[in-house]
């Protein structure tokens, strides 16, 4: 090559060293070459280092694994790469937590799945151990393609406050408004294999970096619509008959339960939450009771609420409304809500402890290492009545269970205020209702599951 030539060639490469753009951004490195500040919960994969990168391998006859950071985030900007096996699934997981009230300490929370299969699903927002699918991309078709099969990946993954966005290769996957978990843990996810799947199969990380200051001057433009999930039901919840109880802005559904319409007054309807104001702690004296305007046999249903500091409150199903003309609230069975530590209900009852939050109201008490957050965060409370079978959760965790119609349990009605009631509790069919025990107390993402009679 003449001398000519060879300015010409350093000055096309000067130019091009122009034109790329320094990263500046203060990234921190989550991986450092070694598994220090990482621990595996859940399964039994193995996990080895090799070649700056992390290595994680299916083993049969274990459940999902994870490598998890040592370290909590909340917001973060995170950047990865990663190479799998075209027949496996993994995922990384985000804002996740594993308790051991939950579930006997399962990892829950948010995944960015890896997903190399015809599916092409990676890079969408899957809730692992609670919900399943968020995001799912069978509507972006852009993202789907941008997967490399047996090759290098690259996400970035961007979660500012209730917001979560994915990229794959520079390409937008996933946007997200949910706020179910504001902090957990990061985790590579090696995904259990059948028995009729290799074991050995494999999946690399590297350049595992994070952004935790300065989120708003880092972040990138996100130029797809998001998937809101409040108030809404989530893919999952849609294929496997969830309906919406309320819809997050009118009164369509309910109404007072003594009344043809809906209170009003007593109740307010803001930013989509459902809320019943405070009137002093009398019972049913403001707006009183609202109950659906359908009635229902064996269901789920999943509520979110969450107290004032004091509040009082519940929800009750199997509601006839005919049954208690007089003061006081509608007659049915009743998940309590309350405030144990500072509402004096909780130190009474026929039945002790049955009137602490998530107990059958004065008749079962329920577990006393219940996961209850704190006053002013929200709560998940959730009902299964099936063939008469009833079980009470809290937060994802059952709380009691009991047989209703039962001699057992109508001993339990015979020793409690409901005596007064023939056959309390037994109707075949009744309203949901919530409670207006004149404290404030708010709802929202109210949804039921009605299940058909075999």
């Known amino acids: 090559m003449n001398k000519l030539n060879l300015g010409v060639l350093t000055l096309l490469l000067c130019w091009g060293c122009a034109d790329a753009p320094k990263d500046d951004t203060p990234w921190v490195d989550l991986f450092d070459g070694t598994l220090n500040g990482w621990n595996q919960k859940g399964g039994e994969a193995n996990y080895t280092v090799k070649d700056d990168m992390i290595v994680g391998s299916t083993v049969h006859d274990t459940p999902n694994s994870f490598l998890t950071t040592d370290k909590m985030y909340d917001d973060f900007i995170l950047e990865l790469e990663y190479k799998v096996d075209s027949t496996m699934n993994s995922g990384i997981q985000i804002r996740s937590n594993s308790f051991p009230y939950y579930q006997n300490g399962r990892v829950h929370g948010y995944q960015i799945e890896i997903d190399p299969s015809d599916r092409a699903w990676s890079a969408g927002i899957y809730d692992e151990g609670r919900r399943g699918w968020l995001v799912s991309l069978e509507n972006n078709p852009a993202a789907q393609k941008a997967f490399k099969q047996n090759d290098w990946n690259h996400y970035r993954i961007e979660a500012i406050a209730d917001t979560i966005q994915t990229w794959i290769n520079g390409v937008p996957a996933a946007h997200l408004i949910d706020d179910k978990t504001a902090s957990g843990f990061i985790a590579l996810q090696v995904h259990s294999i059948g028995k009729d799947q290799k ?89 009183g009771d609202i109950v659906t305007t359908e009635l229902y046999e064996d269901f789920e249903l999943k509520v979110d609420f969450k107290l004032t500091e004091g509040a009082n409150s519940g929800i009750k199903y199997y509601v006839d409304t005919d049954l208690n003309k007089g003061p006081g609230s509608s007659i049915g069975l009743e998940y309590q809500i309350l405030d144990d530590e500072r509402h004096p209900d909780a130190k009474l009852g026929n039945h002790e402890g049955s009137r602490t939050v998530a107990s059958l109201y004065d008749l079962i008490q329920a577990d006393t290492n219940k996961p209850i957050n704190p006053i002013g965060e929200w709560n998940t409370a959730h009902i299964i009545s099936k063939d008469n079978h009833v079980e009470h959760w809290l937060n994802g965790t059952k709380v009691l269970e009991y047989e209703r119609k039962s001699e057992a349990y109508r001993k339990l009605v015979s020793e409690s205020k409901y005596v007064k009631w023939p056959n309390f509790g037994e109707v075949d069919r009744g309203h949901i209702l919530l409670q207006d025990h004149g404290d404030r107390v708010s709802f929202k993402n109210i949804k039921i599951k009605p299940i058909k009679k075999q």
């Open 199 to 287: 074991a050995g199969t494999e999946i690399a990380w590297k350049n595992v970096k994070i952004l935790t200051d300065s989120l708003l001057k880092y972040r990138k433009e996100m130029p797809l619509a998001p998937v809101v999930t409040k108030n809404q039901l989530t893919v999952d919840e849609e294929k496997n008959g969830w309906q919406l109880l309320w819809d997050g802005e009118t009164t369509v559904g309910w109404r007072g339960a003594r009344l043809d319409d809906f209170p009003d007054k007593g109740w307010e309807i803001k930013d989509g939450i459902l809320t019943v104001l405070s009137s002093g702690g009398e019972e049913s004296a403001a707006g």
